[in-house]
């Protein structure tokens, strides 16, 4: 049986020359580079052209920016935050374990700063329409990062498929006090120092104290890791480190392998704000401006070159004897021209034209690049012109909108994605443990848990008070152990209630278990509530506001069947209250009628009394 013809090294540096110098033809006039692409979003974003700064006559060339305030909107309009990020129930049962459970998601999210991570994300996302996360396990932790573009080599047609490759570059130092890595290896590897590269080869400084390295992570034969032939035909996951210098021998390169290893799964997941069919990375905001900023620019240009100029000052004679000489001292305006026999000393009429066609022109691609991106003048804060009905403006912006809104889901999916795929199954890992957690949590969650844990442990204290009472021939009565209760009920109610919205949870409150026991068995249904969707505000306000005056307006009498109806649905479909959180609440007379024996019950006249 023949070994395996290549090697990790030749499988990277294939692979990176076909990132670098290959093109893929999605369809019969759509070519496409993944690698230009990404230089080109990164020269846009910081104001460069990709073609020199400067013309073929040496003039320096404007760079009107209309790229990064359409992404800087595409990344405000989708946001996400923790406090999106939920765990639900799929079984009534599980309700209390879920909030547990929910609580040590945030514990973690606020450990590992997710919410950087989710900023960094969506800036990614806005950028480039695609991003790369990567989560990685070490010393009981899970770290999540956002890849930068740059340093990433993947297939541009079919990432989840192919290998992915990590472009590192690590000091001597670092490289010896990595525990993984293969000393030896290091020991040859650090006499080839050269200053740090980009992806494309080039480099980004002069300094020769880093090295580069090559992180590869992908299903590759088990012959990689044996070297046993017999094993060329076995796939499995693996990373492996890998760099290389040219050897001596032409087209020949010296391989370093400094790590390889089997792993459970890739660590790499790839998340889109629009998911593009037969590309890896999507359509961000600034590729959808490509064209536009192009023609911004060149009107700019051209603006430019009519006003500089226009700004000198030429003439004409029919005297020889002036020519490429200066009539003006000291500035550099004013050549001579000979321009026609026995002709006096004339200015050379080199005024700008027609620049408002130019401007006209650089307008229009604006806004076609605003109408691509759904970023009109308003989300941009721009005044709109006199005149201008704010209906129309409104109706414009949740136009616009509703693009973001289905980003904003598509960005939740993925949440939910990572949350099943890698942080959940971490979780339970790390659950054998009875340390004490806090949540912060919404008020609606907070009267849930309160209503149960107020009177579940004022029980315990209670029954616990009245067993000592027994042994000491003090057995209260019926009436006081009521009492004892409801005392024990108001202090505790009153303390928890001082920590503000923030509960703090141990396992023995809910079992005599660890929090590993207790959510052992239990079914994870992940959803991400989407909160960070565009809102209305003021319409938010109305609602509430009328809301507000409904139930005033009631006097504490149940609402009317149909009315109730009505109310619920206009709730339930401007979002700005769950009608369940009503029905939740102490004195249900807004969602439900109350029972007739009430209606008729002898405390009524007392409270209207003291009403």
Same mark, same amino acid.
């Given at each position: 049986m023949e070994t395996q013809t290549k090697s990790i090294g030749d499988l990277v540096r294939e692979a990176e020359s076909d990132y670098i110098d290959g093109t893929t033809q999605t369809s019969k006039y759509v070519e496409w580079s993944l690698y230009e692409n990404i230089e080109k979003i990164d020269a846009y974003l910081s104001s460069k052209h990709t073609s020199g700064e400067f013309?073929?006559?040496?003039?320096?060339?404007?760079?009107?920016?209309?790229?990064?305030?359409?992404?800087?909107?595409?990344?405000?309009?989708?946001?996400?935050?923790?406090?999106?990020?939920?765990?639900?129930?799929?079984?009534?049962?599980?309700?209390?374990?879920?909030?547990i459970a929910t609580a040590h998601l945030q514990e973690w999210m606020r450990r590992e700063r997710f919410g950087v991570f989710l900023n960094d994300w969506g800036r990614t996302l806005a950028s480039y329409g695609s991003a790369?996360?990567?989560?990685?396990?070490? &010393? +009981? /932790?899970?770290?999540?990062? !956002?890849?930068a573009w740059n340093r990433m080599i993947v297939d541009p047609v079919d990432f989840d498929n192919n290998l992915k490759i990590e472009v590192l570059e690590y000091t001597e130092a670092q490289l010896r006090q990595h525990p993984g890595y293969d000393q030896e290896m290091v020991d040859k590897l650090v006499e080839t120092k050269k200053a740090r590269e980009t992806t494309g080869l080039q480099n980004k400084d002069n300094r020769a104290d880093f090295i580069k390295l090559y992180e590869v992570h992908g299903n590759?034969?088990?012959?990689?890791?044996?070297?046993?032939?017999?094993?060329?035909?076995?796939?499995?996951?693996?990373?492996?480190?890998?760099?290389?210098?040219?050897?001596?021998? &032409? +087209? /020949?390169?010296?391989?370093? !392998?400094?790590?390889?290893?089997?792993e459970k799964r890739c660590p790499y997941m790839i998340s889109h704000l629009i998911e593009e069919d037969g590309r890896t990375q999507g359509i961000g905001a600034v590729e959808h401006l490509f064209d536009a900023q192009w023609m911004v620019n060149h009107s700019v240009k051209s603006i430019k070159d009519q006003l500089d100029l226009a700004s000198k000052l030429f003439f004409q004679t029919s005297?020889?004897?002036?020519?490429?000489?200066?009539?003006?001292?000291?500035?550099?305006?004013?050549?001579?021209?000979?321009?026609a026999p026995n002709e006096p000393l004339t200015q050379v009429n080199n005024g700008s034209h027609d620049i408002t066609s130019q401007q006209n022109f650089a307008s229009m691609w604006k806004v076609l690049g605003q109408e691509i991106t759904s970023t009109p003048d308003s989300l941009m804060g721009a005044n709109q012109p006199s005149g201008t009905a704010w209906r129309q403006v409104e109706a414009l912006q949740m136009e616009a909108s509703s693009l973001f809104e289905l980003m904003t889901e598509n960005k939740g999916l993925a949440v939910e994605d990572m949350l099943r795929e890698f942080v959940i199954p971490f979780l339970k890992k790390k659950m054998d443990t009875g340390e004490e957690i806090a949540a912060t949590l919404k008020q609606y969650d907070i009267d849930k848990i309160d209503s149960r844990y107020v009177a579940n442990k004022a029980t315990e204290l209670t029954n616990k008070l009245i067993v000592e009472l027994a042994l000491s021939d003090e057995m209260p009565t019926p009436e006081d152990q009521a009492l004892l209760q409801e005392v024990a009920e108001k202090g505790i109610d009153a303390t928890i209630k001082s920590q503000g919205n923030t509960r703090y949870f141990i396992p023995s409150e809910v079992e005599d278990k660890t929090w590993k026991e207790i959510l052992k068995d239990l079914e994870w249904d992940v959803e991400v509530d989407i909160t960070g969707e565009p809102r209305?505000?003021?319409?938010?306000?109305?609602?509430?506001?009328?809301?507000?005056?409904?139930?005033?307006?009631?006097?504490?009498?149940?609402?009317?069947?149909?009315?109730?109806?009505?109310?619920?649905?206009?709730?339930?479909?401007?979002?700005a209250l769950s009608p369940i959180e009503l029905s939740a609440l102490p004195n249900k007379g807004i969602t439900e009628q109350p029972q007739e024996p009430q209606l008729a019950s002898p405390p009524v006249e007392p409270l209207q009394g003291n009403q």
């Open positions: 013309d073929s006559m040496g003039r320096e060339k404007p760079f009107m920016n209309i790229v990064t305030a359409s992404r800087n909107i595409w990344y405000r309009a989708t946001d996400l935050d923790r406090k999106n990020v939920k765990i639900r129930p799929t079984k009534s049962s599980d309700d209390m374990i879920v909030f790369i996360s990567k989560f990685v396990e070490k &010393n +009981g /932790k899970l770290t999540p990062s !956002v890849m590759l034969a088990l012959s990689h890791l044996t070297g046993k032939p017999e094993d060329d035909n076995t796939y499995v996951d693996q990373m492996q480190v890998v760099s290389f210098v040219a050897s001596k021998e &032409n +087209g /020949k390169f010296d391989d370093f !392998v400094l790590f390889k290893g089997k005297d020889g004897n002036f020519l490429g000489q200066n009539a003006i001292e000291s500035i550099e305006t004013g050549d001579v021209m000979i321009h209305d505000t003021q319409n938010l306000m109305a609602t509430l506001n009328t809301t507000l005056g409904i139930v005033a307006g009631l006097g504490g009498q149940p609402m009317p069947e149909e009315m109730k109806v009505i109310f619920n649905k206009i709730l339930e479909m401007t979002g």
